[in-house]
Nanobody, 125 residues
Framework: QVQLVESGGGLVEAGGSLRLSCAASGNIYAVNVVGWYRRGPGPERELVAALKYSGEKFYADSVKGRFTISRDNIRSPTYLQMNSLKPEDTAMYYC???????????????????WGQGTQVTVSS
């Protein structure tokens, strides 16, 4: 099992920045991709950023150029640096981990088996 704990959410004005952190524990060596999802007022959840074990990164079009996912090594926290925040970025952000084939995880064909409890990000206009 893998345990994920997020931190770093909060309230920020539009144009501001926040950094989310995700600490992983347990069987972390089983994880091939770690990522950040968000769920806003609507029913859909969105994969906004993912970091493959290979080091390759994925970003949703909605956050490209503004968000950066990073991690120093497999035992380090995974960060999501969010800059130039917009009100539409308001959502609950979840750290998640996938043990499947990297590309299948990013394409959301393989299941994301492990989830954190979420951290709220609110961007005021």
């Amino acid at each position: 099992q893998v345990q994920l704990v997020e931190s770093g959410g909060g309230l920020v004005e539009a144009g501001g920045s926040l950094r989310l952190s995700c600490a992983a524990s347990g069987n972390i060596y089983a994880v091939n991709v770690v990522g950040w999802y968000r769920r806003g007022p609507g029913p859909e959840r969105e994969l906004v950023a993912a970091l493959k074990y290979s080091g390759e990164k994925f970003y949703a079009d909605s956050v490209k150029g503004r968000f950066t996912i990073s991690r120093d090594n497999i035992r380090s926290p995974t960060y999501l640096q969010m800059n130039s925040l917009k009100p539409e970025d308001t959502a609950m952000y979840y750290c998640a981990a996938c043990e499947g084939v990297e590309e299948m995880c990013v394409r959301e064909i393989a299941p994301w088996e492990h989830w954190g409890q979420g951290t709220q990000v609110t961007v005021s206009s």
